[in-house]
């Protein structure tokens, strides 16, 4: 459980999970009737019958309830996030331009009692909350759709 986890189903979840844990019961049952004749331990198992080999755990999402194994949450969470850095680095030119825009208008517009760095950092300010509403809007319609 070193990898992050998204869930693939609904989209959103990124941090509610049930972890259930996988401990195989070994038996032996009645072909006609399904009773347990017998009970097993990986030493007494008998010699033709196959130990289990799937995860050790399941993952259910704690938002929609999707149950997977656990590889469906690790996969998709990196696919989500490779697609969130994609999209910064697309959009950082156009960021900049902006920026600069912006930052030129608030030269411009000088006002006597501020100095040029406070408008600066106060405009900087501003559209760096701006680009990061928008990123995450952005972020949600590209998971959304
Ligand atoms: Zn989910």
New binding site residues.
Partial sequence: MTDPYH???????KTRFNLIEQHPKIVKMDANTGDIISEHTSETIEAFHMQYKGPPYKVQ??????LEDESMFTKYASYSQKKENLWWLENRKDLNNRKNQIYRIAQSNLMANLSADHIKTRWENKVVKEMMREAECKTKRNIIS
């Fill in positions: 869930c693939p189903n609904c989209k959103t979840n999402c704690g938002v929609c309830g999707l």
